[in-house]
């Protein structure tokens, strides 16, 4: 009752800041500070309440974005959304610095001797996850091609090409779900080890696939120009840069 409490009071402050404004347009960045002061107190309450339902706290952390935000809310009323689409984007770099952090902490938790005692198991689920996944994502599309928005009238290689993407793309994991589960629930063992081992390696895998599949089906189509260097470049900035500096931190805390 108390979590309720608190957040049916998060929901009155806003009610009642929106109608001091008496409809006049906040000040710049006024209407983001809410919606993250918002959102990090009733996503904390909404946690909580989770929990006590025996649920992971991040399932709380998950309906307050999507309750509140500009797709759910707007069904109901305009002014029920909170996490308006101009706040999301202007929370951009909050964004930007949690997916860091969340990815630091992954690797954080990974630990050599934990890739070097179950690395068969680690890459075979990855591999194979990498394959079935594309494979019945992309004919999926392929197949729904008519009726799906934004493939509809594309010719057969521009499906084929868009379903690649979108195949590749769907692969991605979420270590932020895997991480908050293991941390709060204190999980040790295999069968968490794997969880854990898979998850970051597909972090990796994915980057690989995705440019991959993106430089050979803009190559082949020619619709657009590959950027200097080649995808290749970005390839290795993005992985080389990071692995340098997760190297660098991890001999600095020595």
Known sequence: MTKLTGIAAALLIVAV???????????????????????????????????????????????????????????VTDHAVILSREAVSSLKLVDGMALGLIALTAGGELKLSILR??????????????????????????????????????????TAAAAAILGAASVANSPATTIAIIQETGAKGPVAENVLGTTVFMDFLVLIVFIAVLGVTVSASGAAAAPPGGFASILAWEVGGSLAVGIALAFSVK
Do not use: E, H, N
């Not at 404004?21 to 710049?28: L, Y």
């Open 17 to 75: 800041a929106r109608m001091l404004s008496f409809g006049g347009a906040p000040p710049d960045g006024a209407d983001a500070a809410m919606a993250l002061g918002f959102v990090l107190v009733v996503s904390f309450l909404a946690g909580d309440l989770g929990r006590a339902l025996g649920l992971p706290r991040i399932t709380g952390y998950i309906l307050t974005g999507v309750l509140f935000g500009p797709f759910a809310a707007g069904l």
């Open 117 to 158: 005692a179950r690395w068969k198991t680690i890459t075979a689920v990855g591999v194979l996850q990498v394959v079935f996944v594309m494979l019945f994502v992309g004919l999926g599309l392929c197949l729904l091609a008519p009726v799906f928005p934004g493939l509809a009238g594309l010719s057969p290689a521009q």
